[in-house]
């Protein structure tokens, strides 16, 4: 087939390409690559003869198939890396040939990356594509020559990060200018793809990496990059990391954490088809998505893994506090500023919605839903839920524990070499539908109860005083949704001891999977496994759990004592006499805002409203803390 032809030939590729794709994302990365240095490359055509074409400064051609593979946890076997290399050599026909995936190798393959060959590797999967080329009728000498000019390489299925970051490095620009540069960038490669269906060899649209200079120039000349911070500087917000893989061994991590996108970077969790399905559906209709369950059934995990693989080209902004109007309007400022579009939305995540940290989401949800190309994502417990999170149409999801994700979590319980002493079906059943029940049962043959109550145990050995002081505290905050400062837990802990001592008691905890470090603050390592504990540490009081709660008011933020009184009354109501002393003595202190107090006494509204309907009839909220 002669140039022409085969260019025309090729255009279904250009015409299947709708909006943005990881093969746009890939072009992005390869030339912020040349623009580094890092590639010999210079001008790149999208949708060209393969997915890309790409030159170097002396014209020397090199063409590129790229093969995304169900977000990154595909395999492309020897017979699917021949036909790649068949289809490319149709038009490198001598030239060197580059396979691109996020996906791994299968056949005993090994990535050559820029620097190898295919030919360079001595296996059986090397000889296997080679026959697999000859079935395809080229003859073994020619087979053997495309491996010598082929490289495999692997590249993050959120190529994007990899992209700001390369971007940053090479022009010392802001990392907040590289973003926006490179969702320029992504808009220019994808028109460029979109529009090589109405082209010819010598009309083809082409980008360059001179032009980079151009979109850099543009977007420092015009961005408050100052501004754009602001909401980051505050603690509002940041951009999800999927690029650093969290070094939680996968053990810990099937006996249940909290889960974080670094969760999903280092691939531990287990990909749930049907509610990534719901999910994508959701966003594609309604621009927004709540997944709402009990604890254990891990909503979080599944957040972070929908953030990750639906929307591709998004950047995903992930929500760490909005606790009031103020940080609403932050959010909504920073989100604008981003410049979402077409072909580099933003995706707004936000965990544990209905909790003391996110107060303030419906009304900033409500701003961001006037934005177009943002789509929103959020999670929230069963026991949090409220009917104001959902803010315009909202598609929710409910994640279930199927027969087919239990199949799927024993054989990675298996590969990892953990005994199971249940059969999955059995454990499927007694389960009650959350994940970390069926793990606990899987691996153990016990429920999650009986599991952790050999570990309280343990604890309450008298050389172990301190280290179950702390535990009984910070499961306890876990189970209303709090975290504890280390400063002011310490202080609480030495009230006895010594801030040494103290120290070293918290660090024996995390290795016993019971609590979890995260910067400056201590918290449960999941909140199903916390309420589990806290019950099993008060089952022979004293102390009570109300006496627990009552010492947490006096480590806990101010503006979260409104927020325990009211989890307090709706989950022991009868141990909220319990907390009213320390909730006196809290306002009668000075140097309070008016905001925090307005929250301690609108919490007291919410939990007189809730004894209200409780019996024996309870005095009110001032006549209990001593302030009527």
């Known amino acids: 087939m002669d140039p022409e032809a085969l260019w025309e030939d090729l255009r279904q590729g250009a015409r299947n390409v709708a909006g943005v794709t990881w093969q746009v994302n890939v072009c992005v990365y390869l030339l912020i690559a040349g623009f580094a240095g890092d590639l010999p490359f210079t001008r790149i055509t999208p949708e060209g003869y393969e997915d890309a074409d790409c030159e170097t400064a002396a014209g020397t051609r090199v063409f590129v198939q790229m093969k995304e593979l169900g977000g990154g946890s595909g395999r492309l076997a020897a017979g699917a890396v021949a036909e790649s290399l068949a289809h490319a050599e149709a038009s490198a026909r001598g030239a060197e040939i580059v396979l691109i995936t996020d996906g791994s190798l299968g056949s005993g393959l090994a ?10 590797q001595q296996n059986p999967g090397t000889e296997d594509v080679v026959a697999a080329l000859t079935n395809r009728g080229y003859d073994r000498d020619q087979a053997e020559d495309i491996g010598r000019r082929t490289r495999v390489v692997q590249l993050p299925y959120r190529v994007r990060e990899s992209s700001e970051a390369l971007l940053a490095r090479a022009t010392g620009c802001h990392n907040t200018v590289a973003g926006l540069a490179v969702s320029r960038l ?6 460029a793809a979109a529009e090589q269906r109405n082209t010819h060899i010598d009309t083809a649209r082409r980008v360059r990496t001179s032009d980079i200079d151009v979109v850099v120039s543009d977007i420092q000349d015009t961005v408050d990059v100052e501004g754009l911070d602001h909401a980051q500087r505050q603690g509002i917000c940041s951009p999800a990391d999927f690029l650093t893989p969290d070094a939680v061994p996968a053990r810990t991590f099937y006996l249940g954490v909290d889960g974080r996108p670094s969760h999903v970077a280092a691939n531990l969790d287990v990909v749930r088809p049907v509610e990534l399905a719901t999910c994508a559906d959701g966003l594609a209709d309604e621009r927004s998505v709540l997944v709402v369950g009990p604890s254990g059934s891990v909503k979080s995990v599944l957040l972070w893994r929908a953030a990750r693989d639906l929307i591709p080209a998004a950047r995903v902004l992930r929500v760490r506090r909005v606790t009031n109007e103020r940080d609403a309007a932050d959010l909504a400022r920073h989100v604008r500023l981003m410049r979402p579009s077409e072909h580099a939305p933003v995706l707004v995540v936000t965990d544990d919605l209905g909790r003391p940290a996110t107060t303030a989401w419906p009304g900033a949800a409500a701003s961001l839903r006037e934005v177009p190309h943002i789509f929103l ?12 999170l959902l803010v315009g149409a909202t598609r929710v999801v409910q994640p279930r524990l199927d027969t087919a994700t239990g199949f799927e979590i024993g054989s990675r319980v298996q590969d990892l070499g953990i005994a199971q002493r249940m059969d999955v079906e059995e454990a499927l059943e007694s389960s009650e539908g959350l994940l970390m029940e069926f793990v606990a049962l899987l691996t153990t043959g016990q429920r999650l109860r009986q599991v952790l109550a050999g570990q309280v145990a343990d604890l309450a050995d008298p050389d172990r005083r301190l280290q179950r002081d702390a535990a009984r505290l910070l499961t306890a905050a876990h189970t ?7 400063d002011r837990l310490g202080a609480s802990l030495s009230a006895a001891t010594d ?9 024996v905890l995390p290795d016993e999977h019971i609590i979890i470090a995260d910067g400056t603050t201590w918290s449960g390592l999941h909140e199903l496994r916390s309420t589990t504990i806290t019950e099993l540490l008060h089952e022979s009081p004293p102390p009570t759990i109300g006496a627990t709660w009552s010492r947490i008011i006096d480590i806990v933020e101010t503006a979260q004592a409104g927020w325990m009184l009211r989890r307090v009354a709706e989950r022991a109501p009868e141990s909220v006499p319990d907390l009213m002393p320390s909730i ?6 000075s140097g309070h805002t008016a905001v925090d107090v307005a929250k301690v006494l609108e919490g007291a509204e919410r939990a007189d409203n809730t ?11 001032e006549q209990r803390s001593g302030r009527g």
Do not use: C, N
Request: proline share 5%.
């Open 480 to 486: 209303l949704g709090l975290s504890l400062r280390a």
């Open 377 to 388: 994502l959020g999670a929230a417990r069963a026991e949090d839920f409220h009917p104001r």
């Open 584 to 589: 006196g003595r809290l306002l009668a202190e």
């Open 499 to 507: 801030q040494d001592s103290v120290g070293d008691a918290l660090g």
């Open 186 to 191: 992504t808009e220019i490669v994808a028109t």
């Open 111 to 120: 990535f050559s990356g820029w620097t190898g060959y295919l030919s360079d």
């Open 611 to 621: 004894l209200s309907m409780s019996k024996p009839p309870y005095r009110s909220f």
